[in-house]
């Protein structure tokens, strides 16, 4: 695939079909995390808040949405039965609608895992300088 510097030319990679299914993804994202950092990483969209937060790429036959922790994937593996996933990843097929709820809940729940780890890390350095 051809190297792109920003998440608007990676989706022009893409035929109709596809950059929508993607577009729906992104804007599910966005509307999650709206102080996310959108950026190119590992050669795909991704979003940084506080740390890695979550990533999504187009494939021939589905989009995969990379929740970056497998812990997000358990807690929504229920609503994800009929999705194939792995410790990693989600795929979304083309031909089905994106879960846009689903998505946004997933990504609330990384901001919020990102938020206890800050925390967590500050409290350690501070416990540290005392």
Avoid: W
């Amino acid at each position: 695939m051809k190297s792109v510097n920003s998440v608007e030319e990676y989706l022009e990679l893409f035929p109709n079909p596809q950059r929508i299914a993607l577009e729906k993804l992104r804007k599910a994202i966005k509307a999650s995390a709206p102080k996310a950092e959108e950026v190119i990483s590992y050669g795909m969209p991704g979003y940084k808040q506080n740390g890695a937060l979550v990533y999504f790429g187009g494939f021939k036959t589905h989009c995969s949405f990379f929740p970056g922790s497998y812990s997000v994937i358990k807690q929504f593996a229920e609503e994800l039965q009929v999705y194939k996933t792995s410790k990693g990843t989600i795929q979304l097929p083309f031909d089905k609608a994106i879960p846009s709820t689903l998505i946004k809940k997933m990504v609330q729940a990384r901001v919020k895992e990102n938020e206890i780890r800050i925390k967590k890390r500050a409290q350690k350095k501070n416990a540290k300088t005392v």
